[in-house]
């Protein structure tokens, strides 16, 4: 067992925003909170940081507030109907650009983004969502591409995609994520550390740590590590970090899902090697969804990474859109306790 206790975070989203939520959240064992800007307004965030520190004082509680900012995130645009689309596997579908909404979609699909068109190949493996499909890229044709299912599936509007191959490469600082640590920095006071996604490189963390210098300010950074790249430099970008995040959840679709383990603990060790705090994320609770404890797998995951010193624990669809955000955090903080000796 170790000596210390790790840190928990809650996501904040619907089901964990009201006040009474979070109060319960913190009651319950969290100590954290991080607040997504892939979604909502930086004002939002800001009230959002602002009322978690108010309660967290109320309550005599200590409360680290995290900006997490988006990064590059390609997806598939907005369709009205179906509300999802069911793929069978051997299934053709073509993708296009476009930003509209689709009043209706059969096998022809939107994507927000004009640069997803650019650095993929045929044969390349897209990945939706958490791999809720999986598909193969026949052919290409400038603005527009043609995939064959591999599998049984099904997509839904708005969703993430990610294409299995070295060369797309999403930037983990947007002229979005410029503007949206902009206006958080106008209100430093009310947060302990910005997280960068998708850090590749140092020079990723050193752009974040310049623009934030320009300004006067200095806030933490956690580098998310999502990518093949980011674990190929993490020993340079673990020297200019102040947290690093093993961000599963990207980290099991980027690279091959068989790797993940090696590359979470690869992560640790170099954390640990530098004297730098590292943070678990990704589906750390999910299993409360369908049943009443973790599931065992869980349980022997999360036990593992806290014996072997994790330092932070971080949870976001269990508060953020789960239907038992205290009851993650309370198992969360009883896994922590007896695997933690005082």
Avoid at 29 to 41: D, E, N, P, Q
Avoid at 165 to 193: C, G, H, R, V, W
Avoid at 233 to 244: A, G, H, L, M, V
Avoid at 276 to 282: F, Q, R
């Amino acid at each position: 067992m170790v000596t210390k206790f790790p840190q928990i975070w809650f996501t904040i989203g619907p089901n964990s925003r009201e006040p009474e939520k979070i109060r319960d959240l913190l009651k319950a064992g969290a100590t954290g909170v991080r607040l997504t800007l892939s979604y909502s307004t930086p004002a939002w965030h800001i009230e959002k940081a602002k009322l978690v520190k108010s309660i967290a004082n109320s309550i005599d509680k200590e409360c680290f507030i995290v900006a997490d900012l988006e990064g590059e995130k390609y997806r598939i645009g907005n369709f009205e109907k179906p509300t999802h689309l069911e793929v069978k596997y051997g299934d053709i579908l073509y993708f296009e650009y476009s930003s509209k909404t689709y009043s209706n979609v059969k096998n022809i699909l939107p994507i927000r983004n004009k640069s997803f068109f650019h650095n993929i190949c045929v044969d390349d493996i897209i990945v939706v969502g958490d791999a809720s499909c999986l598909l193969k890229i026949q052919s290409i044709d400038q603005d527009k591409i043609s995939t064959i299912a591999i599998d049984n599936g099904k997509i839904n509007p708005n969703r993430g995609i990610i294409v299995q191959n070295k060369l797309f490469m999403p930037s983990s600082l947007t002229s979005k994520d410029e503007n949206d640590l902009n206006e958080i920095l106008q209100y430093s006071e009310y947060f302990d550390a910005v997280a960068v996604s998708f850090v590749s490189s140092s020079s990723d963390v050193l752009r974040v740590k310049d623009h934030m210098k320009q300004r006067g300010t200095n806030l933490p950074i956690i580098s998310k590590i999502e990518t093949q790249s980011g674990v190929d430099n993490i020993e340079e970008i673990t020297k200019y970090s102040d947290y690093i995040m093993a961000a599963r959840g990207d980290l099991a679709l980027f690279t091959p899902w068989t790797e993940l383990y090696g590359q979470v603990s690869t992560i640790s060790e170099m954390a640990k090697s530098y004297n730098k705090k590292w943070v678990l994320a990704t589906q750390i609770m999910e299993g409360l969804e369908k049943f009443s404890i973790p599931t065992r797998a869980e349980i022997c995951d999360l036990s593992n990474w806290i014996s072997k010193g994790v330092d932070g624990i971080m949870v976001s669809y269990e508060t953020a859109f789960g239907p038992k955000p205290k009851e993650a955090i309370s198992c969360i903080k009883a896994l922590v306790e007896r695997w933690t000796m005082i």
